[in-house]
Nanobody, 116 residues
Framework: QVQLVESGGGLVQPGGSLRLSCAASGITFSSYVMSWYRQAPGKEREFVAAITSGGTGTNYVDSVKDRFTISRDNAKNTVTLEMNSLKPEDTAVYLC?????????WGKGTLVTVSS
């Protein structure tokens, strides 16, 4: 059974930082491209960042470049999203996705709220 479990969300003030993690099980983690998406209330799900299976390549949506960093540890089957300089518009449920050859798995998400 495939499981992706996100953690690390919470309430943070504007300008603050959070570190999200996604723990995977039931898949050959090192074979999957891992991504973070987010969905704000009343909005469509949005791509945030992705990292290649080996961890050598990353991609970000423009709005988070230079503020967020995606990384992975294939020995621990985890992917991490370091988020700095958070803004109120970063408020959303953040979801982890594993993708390989068109087969995708999703976590249930973790809520990030940026507010003073």
């Amino acid at each position: 059974q495939v499981q992706l479990v996100e953690s690390g969300g919470g309430l943070v003030q504007p300008g603050g930082s959070l570190r999200l993690s996604c723990a995977a099980s039931g898949i050959t983690f090192s074979s999957y491209v891992m991504s973070w998406y987010r969905q704000a209330p009343g909005k469509e799900r949005e791509f945030v960042a992705a990292i290649t299976s080996g961890g050598t390549g990353t991609n970000y949506v423009d709005s988070v470049k230079d503020r967020f960093t995606i990384s992975r540890d294939n020995a621990k089957n985890t992917v991490t999203l370091e988020m700095n300089s958070l803004k109120p518009e970063d408020t959303a449920v953040y979801l982890c996705k594993a993708n390989r050859y068109g087969t995708s798995y999703w976590g249930k998400g973790t809520l990030v709220t940026v507010s003073s």
